[in-house]
């Protein structure tokens, strides 16, 4: 009984009216498609990491709803469509391309034919791929032979963007001369400093190389707030 009346509260309303103000089920549900609605998460993410990491990013992809993405792809996206390619704001003249790979597996024949696509794109100094299925082995190898980084991402890890969590800490990534400073200050050598590894979920996210040191803010402990300072090694 408690269900139904709660029911037809939503549809005269639009929200319960139980008194935690939380929305009816029925306001939260996707009558979409799977596919369509991966993309969009993970495209929507992938914008939020390039804006983070520096890219020049159009706010509009930012605001982008799922009913937009829809009505602009569909609701089986042409992958092709979905690319991302921007300017890095502080040298527009490097570019970073996002590719969105299908569900077929990915060899080493799938590697050297984006390869050939990209030939002719100036200005890409980097590449980001969007996987659905494994890569073997040697089409991993493959990368290698591009004359830039190529990162991969599976399209399960931009489904959510981890940094929007509230128990995740502040990161702030030190240039070099701050970190000259840093380095100085304490006496130390960046090897001496805590780390973190290239596989770190922080240093996926930011694209960090090796020696680059971090800022990190933890907030909300029981202890209060504090800083660390790591090294990516």
């Known amino acids: 009984m408690e269900v139904k009346m709660a029911e037809e509260g939503c549809r005269e309303n639009g929200e319960s009216t139980f008194n935690d103000g939380t929305y009816c089920i029925s306001k939260t549900v996707d009558d979409g498609g799977v596919d369509s609605k991966r993309f969009y998460l993970a495209r929507t993410t992938a914008f939020e990491m390039l804006r983070d990491r520096g890219y020049e990013v159009n706010e509009a992809e930012l605001s982008l709803s ?13 992958l092709e469509r979905l690319r991302i390619c921007v300017s890095l704001r502080s040298d527009p003249r490097k570019k970073i391309l996002v590719v969105f790979m ?16 990209i030939s002719n794109n100036v200005g890409v100094s980097a590449m980001i791929l969007i996987l659905q299925s494994k890569m073997n082995h040697f089409a991993q190898k493959e990368l290698a032979t591009f004359p830039f980084t190529v990162e991969i991402f599976p399209i399960g890890d931009l ?11 502040k990161i702030e990534i030190l240039t070099k001369e701050e970190k000259e400073q840093l380095l100085r200050k304490h006496a130390l050598e960046d090897k001496q400093l805590p780390y973190l590894q290239e596989s770190d979920r922080f240093v996926r996210y930011y694209g960090l190389k090796k020696k680059q040191v971090v800022k990190i803010t933890y907030s909300n402990e029981p202890v209060g707030s504090f800083v660390t300072y790591r090294c990516i090694i």
Do not use: C, Y
């Open 66 to 78: 799922l009913s937009e993405f829809r009505s602009v792809f569909g609701e089986k996206p042409d």
């Open 102 to 117: 299908g569900s077929e597996p990915i060899t080493v024949k799938t590697v050297r034919a984006i390869h050939s696509q």
């Open 159 to 169: 489904l959510v963007n981890m940094t929007k969590h509230i128990q995740q800490p």
